[in-house]
């Protein structure tokens, strides 16, 4: 059993922080590292003679340290994190010409560089933090396997496929529609075979114009078939809806929500990253499917040169996580992603003032009611995305996002007052509360001591 006493900090409601001082967590890792009790501090004795441990077998939190859940990152390119921090003046058709089809290409026989990027990467997300990811792998089936093969060694909790390309693909990265279908059921077959309920595989078309319809449909079947998630990009960008309307809608934009419900794609286990331009009429498509969306700030502010108004797909029904998207994004922490997701969100509401008939008036009424903007987000809200809505958005949301008796120990020990990237001065900041807000504005790896997933650290002793 793992026990640890001292404060706890999750966002069961969105826009709510739940802060829980001086609480003893019980964990059985045998359990899928399930948390079987959360106690107050006072229960300690007798919590310890009901699961069988000793006073000197509990963590005990210092002060300005709290437990806080896992980030869980619902969209990145594994093998784009050889490239990360470049190309960011690329609009992303050519992008994806002259950076990442040629790099996820050259893993099919460098399998090498293929384990060296994986390693890096894994280790990378999990020293900051990141517990849960949805990764995009390559074409090539054996990286793909190697892959599997690394997150299980790294022990952190993962959905994992092959983005399928059958049509307008260089040639190291083009295969067969059937080549696609095969080497995907295969990738399934092995991640499955793990055994292994924190590794989970999907069924992945990369996106509409590199996606023939008879791949999609063929991708739909096996999907329902083996009951695996689906992730694909949807609506991206302005050259990216250009593309696929010359393939698909004869020069019009084309309804790519309705492409991926015909073929069998839109359901309650699919999430699609970014989504910017997205017709009213899709959302309503997706949030009656249950689909989910993967919000990339700051790749949408690269890419994308449309702001995606997270807190209106949330009103109309639409999950919504938050990803990195690895290396559109060039920042590969949660950390990052959820301040960038509050600065894109500020950025809608200064839209709404400068295109707002009297803006002096409508920037000044929100100056005096904080809060009243229903596009600007929170940190609060930020954090909640980072939890909650990725669990939400990927479906395990009865497993981890909180640290709630019944879910999984995902976690992160957060020591706020360690000096690594920023000071605390108790005087100024007194509450755990503003402690918390400090290290979400702030904070780095360096204050990310401890990381378990399943109960099992992963960083840290």
Avoid at 38 to 67: K, N
């Amino acid at each position: 059993m793992l026990f640890i006493r001292g404060t706890i900090a999750h966002t069961p409601l969105r826009g709510e922080v739940e802060l829980l001082p001086d609480q003893l967590l019980v964990v059985d890792p045998q359990a899928s590292g399930r948390i079987v009790a959360v106690v107050p501090g006072e229960q300690e004795a007798a919590c310890l003679v009901q699961h069988g441990g000793q006073a000197e077998d509990v963590l005990r939190l210092q002060e300005g340290q709290f437990l806080l859940p896992g980030f869980i990152d619902t969209h990145l390119h594994a093998p784009q994190y050889a490239y990360t921090g470049t190309g960011t003046h690329i609009p992303l058709m050519e992008w994806l010409e002259t950076l990442t089809f040629p790099t996820e290409s050259s893993f099919r026989d460098q399998l090498d560089l293929a384990r060296d990027v994986y390693s890096k990467v894994i280790q990378r997300l999990l020293n900051n933090g990141t517990t849960c990811a949805q990764f995009f792998a390559t074409v090539h089936l054996e990286p793909c396997q190697l892959f599997a093969d690394l997150l299980e060694q790294a022990g952190m909790r993962a959905f994992v496929g092959k983005p399928c390309m059958d049509r307008q693909t260089p040639p190291g990265s083009l295969e067969s529609t059937e080549r696609a279908v095969a080497d995907t059921e295969a990738l399934i077959k092995y991640v499955r075979g793990k055994g292994l309920s924190r590794l989970e595989p999907l069924v992945m078309p990369r996106f509409i114009p590199t996606c023939s319809r008879a791949l999609l449909r063929a991708l739909g079947d096996l999907a329902a078939k083996h009951g695996v998630n689906v992730h694909s990009h949807i609506h991206e960008a302005y050259d990216e809806e250009e593309f696929a309307a010359a393939l698909e809608g004869g020069g019009q934009v084309v309804d790519e929500a309705a492409l991926f419900d015909e073929a069998g794609l839109l359901t309650a286990r699919s999430v699609f990253a970014h989504g910017n331009l997205l017709t009213d009429a899709e959302l309503e498509r997706m949030a009656a499917r249950g689909a989910a969306i993967a919000h990339c700030p700051l790749s949408n502010f690269y890419y994308a040169e449309k702001i995606l108004p997270v807190s209106r797909l949330l009103h109309m029904g639409v999950k919504v996580g938050l990803g990195t998207d690895v290396s559109g994004g060039y920042d590969p922490t949660m950390l990052g992603a959820q301040r960038q997701a509050v600065v894109a969100s500020w950025a809608l509401h200064a839209q709404a003032v400068a295109a707002a008939e009297k803006p002096a008036e409508l920037a000044l009424r929100y100056q005096r009611q904080p809060g009243r903007d229903p596009d600007v987000l929170s940190w609060k809200d930020a954090l909640w995305l980072a939890t909650v809505g990725g669990a939400q958005a990927l479906g395990i949301q009865d497993r981890v996002g909180t640290l709630e008796a019944g879910k999984e120990f995902d976690a992160l020990l957060i020591d706020g007052r360690s000096g690594g990237a920023y000071d605390v001065f108790p005087s100024v900041t007194p509450s755990l509360l503003q402690e918390l807000e400090k290290f979400l504005c702030l904070g780095d790896d360096r204050h990310i001591t401890n990381v378990w997933v399943q109960g099992r650290p992963v960083k840290g002793a």
